[in-house]
């Protein structure tokens, strides 16, 4: 029972377009939702994160919003560039639950094209 | 200051043989996480240790696998006779304390390869 999906397993938008990557969730438990980009050959890096009471948080070119009644959330980025190509996991964090461990979707790779 | 350190970055065993992946977590880091990704898959949580304690080891199967973190030295995955299904990239996280709005920070990994 997977419960957090990342529906599109790639995405490819062109550069200085604008990227915007999907998550839905089951639990409506989770603490906090959390953005990962991750390159070939290399481990995941921390990108992003919104609370659970937030509908929107921004930083620079990267924006996610938290629908809560849809249990939906997206990343935004605008705009796009080559280097943002990677793999882009969403995650969930529940306090409540297993000690906090994070709860990874299966990822969505983004190509941007020059 | 040195992030999360794996090691190997690849281990190749056949199968019926042992394997230990080892993590250091980042200095000042005390809680331990790993997770696997199979291929095509997304990262599944397997084990969560602090210091000399296993916290939850609720998606680590229940035969072959153990994990520890020991008062001094790396944390330690082993998978005892491994084989085909068990080859994926492990990944080990830390974080200071029980993770927060930042999540955790993982290492790059070891690929492991059962032939």
């Known amino acids: 029972d997977q419960q957090v999906k990342q529906n599109s397993p790639s995405l490819s938008v062109q550069e200085g377009r604008i990227s915007i990557l999907n998550c839905d969730y089951t639990n409506s438990m989770f603490d906090y939702f959390l953005w990962y980009k991750k390159y070939p050959a290399e481990g995941p890096t921390f990108l992003i994160s919104i609370s659970s009471i937030k509908d929107k948080n921004e930083d620079g070119r990267f924006t996610v919003f938290l629908n809560k009644s849809a249990k939906h959330l997206s990343l935004h980025i605008v705009p796009s560039q080559p280097g943002d190509s990677a793999v882009y996991f969403c995650a969930a964090l529940n306090y409540g639950g297993s000690q906090g461990n994070l709860i990874f979707g299966k990822g969505t790779k983004l190509s941007v094209k020059p | 200051n040195a992030g999360v350190m794996q090691n190997p970055r690849h281990l190749v065993r056949r199968r019926g043989q042992e394997a230990r992946l080892r993590c250091s977590p980042m200095?000042?880091?005390?809680?331990v996480y790993w997770y696997r990704q199979l291929p095509e898959e997304g990262l599944k949580f397997m084990v969560y240790?602090?210091?000399?304690?296993?916290?939850?080891e609720s998606g680590m199967p229940k035969e072959r696998f153990s994990a520890e973190f020991p008062k001094e030295g790396p944390s330690i995955l082993r998978i005892q006779q491994v084989v085909r299904g068990d080859s994926a990239a492990y990944f080990c996280?830390?974080?200071?304390?029980?993770?927060?709005?930042?999540?955790?920070?993982f290492g790059s990994g070891t690929r492991l390869t059962v032939v």
């Open positions: 240790l602090q210091k000399e304690n296993i916290i939850d």
């Open positions: 200095k000042g880091h005390s809680h």
């Open positions: 996280a830390s974080s200071p304390q029980v993770a927060d709005s930042y999540g955790y920070t």
